[in-house]
């Protein structure tokens, strides 16, 4: 399968959906990280932009330790706009993935990027006919993600050193400090779960389901 994991900043997929990342490409299956934006410092970022220099090169070294590729949507880092435009925009750059199931942010979150990519995937997956998969992540909850109450569990207890090591990759982005609280997640979910540590989702209500590893 063809597996999207769509968030709002280079880091958020791999804290979100990092372990579940890893188990699909360990099971054989074609993970890919797409990000809303580069983590730029200027919009549009110039071709120097120190922000985007380090956080795609971040990104591509995590992706690569979670055995993903990337991908990068044409948005700036704290400027996150939904419009007809951007619907489109988003729509053809998750369609050239192929997704057979689309994970993305959970829209009722504090960061504006994380509301942001949230709706060009529902949208995008809207006008994919609703054939892919569809799930929501969390991350940072009470900072970031609230209100949510995962409907589905991935026990990540195997590969959570794996997604530690990606997380760490973002060494721009204050590791210690998300992975702390991330790691606490992780640990209730896996309660939930009746695991060592788990990823929670939540399956779009016409979503198909069975697919998670």
Not at 44 to 67: F, H, K, Q, T, W
Not at 138 to 162: A, H, M, R
């Amino acid at each position: 399968m063809n597996i999207v994991i769509a968030g709002g900043h280079p880091g958020d997929p791999e804290y979100g959906c990092g372990g579940t990342a890893a188990r699909y490409a360990l099971a054989g299956h074609r993970v890919t990280m797409l990000y809303l934006n580069r983590g730029e410092k200027s919009c549009p970022a110039s071709a120097d932009d120190p922000g985007s220099r380090v956080r795609v090169a971040e990104a591509r070294a995590a992706a690569g330790i979670l055995g993903a590729s990337v991908l990068f949507a044409d948005q700036c880092d704290g400027r996150a706009v939904i419009d007809n435009a951007r619907y489109d925009s988003f729509r053809r750059v998750l369609e050239s993935a192929r997704p057979d199931v689309i994970f993305t942010q959970w829209p009722i979150d504090n960061h504006p990027d994380h509301r942001a990519v949230s709706a060009l995937a529902l949208d995008a997956w809207f006008a994919m006919g609703r054939k892919p998969a569809f799930y929501y992540y969390e991350v940072s909850n009470g900072e970031d993600t609230l209100l949510f109450q995962p409907t589905d569990y991935v026990d990540i207890t195997q590969v959570e050193s794996k997604k530690r090591s990606a997380c760490y990759a973002h060494a721009s982005q204050s590791p210690d400090r998300y992975w702390e609280l991330q790691s606490r997640i992780a640990r209730f979910r896996g309660l939930e779960k009746g695991c060592g540590v788990a990823e929670g989702f939540i399956r779009q209500t016409q979503s198909a389901p069975g697919v998670l590893p």
